[in-house]
């Protein structure tokens, strides 16, 4: 073990971390000594601060107020599109798509990315994702970087994924994968947990990660050479995003917003979506699990909740913005967990209550910074339905039903009869849209609803 290394660890109060050293064999040694080398002590330091303010969550809720939300028309919309298809025609959007996190409540074993979705093909949902940005690439004649950032859990096998898979059709020169950061957790005295007798207990450093890992690992300085100006975010468990859509970026646009957040009515009061509020005039969000229920329940006389909207972690940045705060400190958030550790002879216990503190940077924390934020209401029906629970609400069964339900709109805008109960899917890459459908009608596609993908 360098000597160095050493002493950081003995001066930041984290000699125990080698306490099992001599037991270690020279592979198990390097692997600690690299997980040393990772570790950002200022970080820490700040998580320590944290843990010793006695304060679980850093949110203030003072002065809050719901955020003014954008209801746009129809023929704002339309004008906004504009816009939009020429921002993508101009090759200045790219994708970023977070896809990192550990989808724990899932339980599945593999990136969440790879999760078979495709009601009739089983196609994973970095299919729905890639193959939408392909469909926009083709129809404006651009291209359209992907980033997809991972973790150490998930990167090899998220790659291989997109090997095996072709790239979706995408060119593999347009799609760039970059690892967040990993943060260890902390007991309650501040000191670092083993979960074996030479390792650290790591996790990923939570979505807002993906600031500081654009910028050492070179996402920024690519999206630079590539003119990029509009960067379209979203998460990895939602198929029925709009990827990129000319609408929500020349809403943006038009708006003069660094940033902009899709948001839709909440389901109920307890669902688990971000908080839009504003304070003072600047807008925020807060998290769900730290908005008290008193807050959730509250209704206008007219029945409505009075902080009725909630964000689905669908936004857009102007790159300018998202280079300036990469340069930036985010808050931290810190979650009581149960974390394997080893005992003091080096034996594994799995605590079965929460015994330690779980550390993370959350993305909207970006909000108050930008100079124009924009958040703008739309239909969750055909936008949002997440992959977040093996069973019950926001389930695979849940967002295959919602799949084939706009699928099954977007046939009927055209005209077609879709037969009761006819499971339906569409490759995005054969249409799109409802226009994009009626385009493929129009051309002879003739669909037959007898289980057959429309690919
Ligand atoms: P979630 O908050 O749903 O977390 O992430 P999760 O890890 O996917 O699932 P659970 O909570 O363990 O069940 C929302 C989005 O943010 C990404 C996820 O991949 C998902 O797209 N994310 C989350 C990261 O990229 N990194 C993280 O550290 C956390």
């Given at each position: 073990?360098?000597?160095?290394?050493?002493?950081?660890?003995?001066?930041?109060?984290?000699?125990?971390?080698?306490?099992?050293?001599?037991?270690?064999?020279?592979?198990?040694?390097?692997?600690?000594?690299?997980?040393?080398?990772?570790?950002?002590?200022?970080?820490?330091?700040?998580?320590?601060?944290?843990?010793?303010?006695?304060?679980?969550?850093?949110?203030?809720?003072?002065?809050?107020?719901?955020?003014?939300?954008?209801?746009?028309?129809?023929?704002?919309?339309?004008?906004?599109?504009?816009?939009?298809?020429?921002?993508?025609?101009?090759?200045?959007?790219?994708?970023?798509?977070?896809?990192?996190?550990?989808?724990?409540?899932?339980?599945?074993?593999?990136?969440?990315?790879?999760?078979?979705?495709?009601?009739?093909?089983?196609?994973?949902?970095?299919?729905?994702?890639?193959?939408?940005?392909?469909?926009?690439?083709?129809?404006?004649?651009?291209?359209?970087?992907?980033?997809?950032?991972?973790?150490?859990?998930?990167?090899?096998?998220?790659?291989?994924?997109?090997?095996?898979?072709?790239?979706?059709?995408?060119?593999?020169?347009?799609?760039?994968?970059?690892?967040?950061?990993?943060?260890?957790?902390?007991?309650?005295?501040?000191?670092?947990?083993?979960?074996?007798?030479?390792?650290?207990?790591?996790?990923?450093?939570?979505?807002?990660?993906?600031?500081?890992?654009?910028?050492?690992?070179?996402?920024?300085?690519?999206?630079?050479?590539?003119?990029?100006?509009?960067?379209?975010?979203?998460?990895?468990?939602?198929?029925?995003?709009?990827?990129?859509?000319?609408?929500?970026?020349?809403?943006?646009?038009?708006?003069?917003?660094?940033?902009?957040?899709?948001?839709?009515?909440?389901?109920?009061?307890?669902?688990?979506?971000?908080?839009?509020?504003?304070?003072?005039?600047?807008?925020?969000?807060?998290?769900?699990?730290?908005?008290?229920?008193?807050?959730?329940?509250?209704?206008?006389?007219?029945?409505?909740?009075?902080?009725?909207?909630?964000?689905?972690?669908?936004?857009?940045?102007s790159f300018d913005f998202l280079r300036r705060e990469a340069e930036a400190a985010?808050?931290?958030?810190?979650?009581?967990?149960?974390?394997?550790?080893?005992?003091?002879?080096?034996?594994?216990?799995?605590?079965?209550?929460?015994?330690?503190?779980?550390?993370?940077?959350?993305?909207?924390?970006?909000?108050?910074?930008?100079?124009?934020?924009?958040?703008?209401?739309?239909?969750?029906?055909?936008?949002?339905?997440?992959?977040?629970?093996?069973?019950?609400?926001?389930?695979?069964?849940?967002?295959?039903?919602?799949?084939?339900?706009?699928?099954?709109?977007?046939?009927?805008?055209?005209?077609?009869?879709?037969?009761?109960?006819?499971?339906?899917?569409?490759?995005?890459?054969?249409?799109?849209?409802?226009?994009?459908?009626?385009?493929?009608?129009?051309?002879?596609?003739?669909?037959?609803?007898?289980?057959?993908?429309?690919?």
């Amino acid at each position: 073990m360098q000597e160095k290394l050493c002493d950081t660890l003995k001066r930041e109060g984290q000699g125990h971390v080698l306490r099992f050293m001599d037991g270690l064999d020279d592979a198990g040694k390097a692997a600690l000594e690299a997980q040393i080398a990772s570790l950002d002590f200022a970080a820490i330091d700040r998580m320590k601060a944290l843990l010793a303010s006695g304060r679980t969550s850093s949110v203030d809720l003072n002065g809050l107020e719901p955020a003014p939300v954008a209801e746009p028309d129809e023929s704002a919309r339309a004008k906004a599109a504009k816009r939009g298809e020429e921002e993508l025609r101009a090759g200045c959007v790219a994708v970023a798509l977070v896809a990192g996190g550990q989808g724990s409540r899932l339980g599945f074993d593999g990136p969440k990315g790879s999760y078979p979705i495709g009601p009739i093909s089983s196609k994973p949902l970095f299919h729905f994702h890639a193959r939408k940005i392909l469909a926009m690439s083709r129809r404006y004649g651009a291209d359209i970087p992907f980033y997809i950032m991972t973790s150490e859990t998930n990167d090899a096998a998220t790659r291989a994924h997109f090997e095996e898979n072709g790239f979706f059709g995408l060119k593999p020169e347009n799609v760039r994968f970059f690892k967040q950061g990993m943060w260890p957790a902390l007991d309650p005295d501040g000191r670092i947990i083993l979960d074996a007798p030479g390792h650290i207990f790591m996790s990923p450093d939570g979505h807002g990660g993906i600031l500081s890992a654009m910028k050492s690992q070179g996402v920024i300085d690519d999206m630079a050479a590539r003119g990029i100006s509009t960067v379209f975010y979203f998460q990895v468990d939602n198929p029925m995003v709009e990827v990129a859509s000319p609408e929500f970026i020349g809403l943006h646009l038009l708006a003069g917003a660094e940033m902009s957040i899709k948001v839709c009515a909440k389901r109920d009061p307890q669902e688990g979506l971000g908080m839009v509020v504003s304070r003072r005039g600047r807008c925020e969000m807060v998290e769900y699990s730290d908005f008290p229920d008193d807050l959730k329940n509250r209704r206008r006389e007219n029945g409505d909740l009075y902080y009725k909207f909630g964000s689905v972690a669908i936004h857009i940045f102007s790159f300018d913005f998202l280079r300036r705060e990469a340069e930036a400190a985010m808050p931290i958030h810190v979650a009581h967990k149960k974390i394997p550790f080893v005992d003091e002879a080096g034996a594994v216990v799995k605590p079965d209550k929460p015994n330690g503190y779980k550390f993370e940077k959350f993305i909207f924390d970006v909000i108050p910074e930008a100079k124009n934020v924009l958040n703008v209401a739309f239909d969750r029906a055909e936008e949002f339905s997440p992959v977040k629970n093996a069973e019950g609400n926001d389930s695979p069964a849940t967002c295959r039903r919602d799949l084939v339900a706009k699928w099954r709109r977007w046939f009927n805008e055209c005209g077609v009869n879709v037969p009761d109960g006819a499971v339906i899917e569409i490759d995005p890459a054969f249409a799109n849209s409802p226009k994009e459908l009626m385009a493929r009608l129009i051309g002879g596609f003739v669909p037959v609803f007898d289980g057959r993908v429309f690919e």
